[in-house]
Every structure is written in structure tokens, then in C-alpha cells.
């Protein structure tokens, strides 16, 4: 009769053991949800297949905001040129709409998680000299986006 009452307390507890076992102590939980791509996924994806890259929904992070005179860069990392980058990029006219569609300033984004629809692609980006090209380069991957509709905070 004390065989069969413990029984089911030995299997629950063998379970909670064999659990703890998968996952390290106080190992935060997944935050990626089936379907995104990160930015690690995109670099690796882009750098498989150069001409089609990868199209989807990206999740990331803002580690940096740029802004040249002629493009918007969010980044996934703070050195946009980090080989696991993701930087996604908006014509600098899209400014203005990006910034009312995310109801807050470019500056603002660092630190926040962002969903972005398009196709990552690796790019190449050659390294100047007194703004002539050097002959070395190097290779970033980059999602272009055409309408900041398709730039959203993740949930």
C-alpha cells in the first residue's frame, strides 16, 4: 500500500529532476517566438544564399541608431560593422513617418525590441580612402525597408 501512495510522488519528482536537468539554474526563458529570425539566423541565412538572402519577420534589439544624409540605420549591435549584425535600413525621408509610426524619436529605440518585415541580403561595403574606394571591404547584412509600416515594436 506505501509502494503504490509513493509511486506517483517518485515519478513526479524524477520528472522535476529530469527537467532541472535540461536548464541550467536560473537560465532565462527563450524570448524568440517560432518564426522570427534574429539576427544571428539572418547573418548566417545571408551569408548562405548572397543574392536572396532571407525574408521574413526579424526580431533584434536597437544596440545604435545612425542617421547619414542619406539613410536611417538600426542596428543589432553597437558596432554596426560586428560580424553578427543585423542593420536595417530606411531612406533618411522616411524620418519623419518611421518616428510617428513607433510614436517616438530615432534616439529612443536603443534598448528596444523591434519586428521588422523584409529580406536581409549580405552587402558589401568597401572601405575608403580620401573618399575614394581602398580595395578592402567587408560584408554587413542588411535589411532593407521601404515602408516604416513594416517597422514595429515586439511584443
Known amino acids: 500500500m506505501r509502494v503504490a501512495l509513493l509511486?506517483?510522488?517518485?515519478?513526479?519528482?524524477?520528472?522535476?529532476?529530469?527537467?532541472?536537468a535540461m536548464t541550467a539554474p536560473n537560465a532565462p526563458m527563450p524570448t524568440v517566438t517560432p518564426g522570427w529570425i534574429t539576427p544571428a539566423?539572418?547573418?548566417?541565412?545571408?551569408?548562405?544564399?548572397?543574392?536572396r538572402g532571407i525574408s521574413g519577420t526579424f526580431v533584434f534589439t536597437v544596440k545604435n541608431t545612425d542617421v547619414t544624409e542619406d539613410r536611417i540605420y538600426l542596428n543589432s549591435e553597437r558596432d554596426y560593422r560586428?560580424?553578427?549584425?543585423?542593420?536595417?535600413?530606411?531612406?533618411?525621408?522616411?524620418?519623419?513617418?518611421?518616428?510617428?509610426?513607433l510614436g517616438m524619436p530615432l534616439e529612443y529605440l536603443v534598448n528596444r525590441r523591434l519586428l521588422?518585415?523584409?529580406?536581409?541580403?549580405?552587402?558589401?561595403?568597401?572601405?575608403t580612402h580620401d573618399g575614394k574606394p581602398s580595395g578592402k571591404y567587408y560584408f554587413q547584412t542588411q535589411l532593407q525597408v521601404s515602408d516604416p509600416r513594416h517597422v514595429r515594436f515586439a511584443p
Open 82 to 101: 560586428h560580424q553578427l549584425a543585423l542593420n536595417v535600413s530606411l531612406d533618411v525621408a522616411q524620418r519623419e513617418a518611421l518616428q510617428k509610426q
Open 7 to 20: 509511486l506517483p510522488l517518485l515519478l513526479l519528482s524524477a520528472g522535476c529532476a529530469h527537467q532541472s
Open 41 to 51: 539566423e539572418a547573418v548566417f541565412a545571408a551569408n548562405e544564399d548572397p543574392q
Open 116 to 127: 521588422v518585415q523584409g529580406t536581409a541580403r549580405r552587402t558589401t561595403i568597401a572601405f
